[in-house]
């Protein structure tokens, strides 16, 4: 059985910085793309980041460029969101999802496994 599990999540201050981390467990981590994906109150999914599976391509969406830093680390299994210069926009509950394939995209349709979320607030 396949489990997303993230983590990292809290309250800051704007300007500061959170590291969110994402577990898995039951699949091939090394062979598959991941992604960040974030909700806040009131809003629709959005995607923030995603990496292919050897980490060699990682697009990001315009409201977290220069600002979000996806890695994964192979041998932990594990995925990062290294997030810094924050601010009361980007409070939601921040989503790690699993790719179909070893590639990924900004496009929900492409992930098929989903974490429970961790909530990031960030206060002005």
């Known amino acids: 059985q396949v489990q997303v599990v993230e983590s990292g999540g809290g309250l800051v201050q704007a300007g500061g910085s959170l590291r969110l981390s994402c577990t898995t467990s039951?699949?091939?981590?090394?062979?598959?793309?991941m992604g960040w994906f974030r909700q806040a109150p009131g809003k629709e999914r959005e995607a923030v980041a995603c990496?292919?599976?050897?980490?060699?391509?990682?697009p990001y969406a315009d409201a977290v460029k220069g600002r979000f830093t996806i890695s994964r680390d192979n041998a932990k299994k594990t995925l990062y969101l290294q997030m810094n210069s924050l601010k009361p926009e980007d409070t939601a509950m921040y989503y790690c999802?699993?790719?179909?394939?070893?590639?990924?995209?900004?496009?929900?349709?492409?992930?098929?496994?989903w974490g429970q979320g961790t909530q990031v607030t960030v206060s002005s």
């Open positions: 999802a699993v790719s179909s394939g070893a590639y990924c995209s900004l496009r929900q349709g492409f992930f098929s496994r």
């Open positions: 039951g699949l091939a981590f090394d062979a598959y793309g």
């Open positions: 990496i292919t599976y050897s980490g060699g391509f990682a």
